[in-house]
């Protein structure tokens, strides 16, 4: 094979394999590491734009996630599971796969290893202070009370393996169920893809410069 050839097909091969250690934890399941990058407050003082961090908008958020500290997933309302994603709409955020059992709200096997990796990262000091939403989602399949009913189970199962295992502080632990109402790829909706728990970091600190 010719060197060149031989280098593209190399170069080609590096960037499928990161493309997808971003997007599946599945059988390929997510380092602590990845996760973590993932999850880390990014520098609003660097941005091209210019773009400041607005104390008032950031207060607003903060006194509005203070409010859903501690509830229980069901109790949240329509409106504010909204203003959870739309608060968590521009912070770093990361989709894993985790499979559960079929029709329970119980991890598979298959997936502990996804949520562990979930847990060393969360569990990382630099990650000391911050508040994390834990958001199920589910694909079209079935019903929508349903679907809604099983990501909120989820979503707690996650929370609470974390706690047990990892001993994070369940106050810094935010879940939310979006059911089907929120698919990864609108275009197919009873796709695999879609059944996901998305981590998102609702800190409003900005890195270190």
Do not use: C, W
């Not at 958020?61 to 959870?84: C, H, K, P, Y």
């Not at 949520?115 to 911050?130: H, I, P, R, T």
């Not at 197919?188 to 800190?203: E, F, K």
């Amino acid at each position: 094979m010719p060197r060149s050839l031989s280098m593209s097909l190399l170069t080609i091969g590096a960037a499928l394999s990161m493309t997808a250690g971003v997007a599946l934890a599945g059988s390929d399941t997510i380092p602590a590491a990845q996760i973590l990058n993932a999850l880390k407050p990014k520098s609003a003082t660097r941005s091209l734009s210019g773009t400041q961090v607005d104390p008032a908008a950031t207060a607003r958020e903060t006194s509005f996630l203070n409010t859903v500290r501690n509830r229980q997933t069901r109790s949240l309302s329509l409106g504010e599971r909204q203003e959870i994603a739309d608060i968590a709409a521009n912070k770093p955020k990361i989709d894993l796969e985790i499979h559960f059992d079929y029709n329970s709200a119980d991890i598979s096997k298959g997936s502990t290893q996804a949520v562990q990796e979930l847990g060393k990262a969360l569990s990382d000091a630099s990650m000391k202070g911050s508040t994390f939403v834990l958001a199920g989602h589910t694909d079209a399949i079935g019903g929508e009370a349903y679907n809604q009913d099983l990501s909120e189970r989820r979503a707690d199962t996650i929370k609470t393996y974390l706690v047990e295992h990892y001993g994070l502080n369940g106050s810094d632990l935010v879940t939310v169920g979006y059911g089907k109402t929120r698919p990864k790829d609108p275009n197919a909706p009873m796709d695999p893809t879609n059944r996901r728990v998305q981590v998102v970091n609702m800190d409003t600190k900005t890195a270190q410069q």
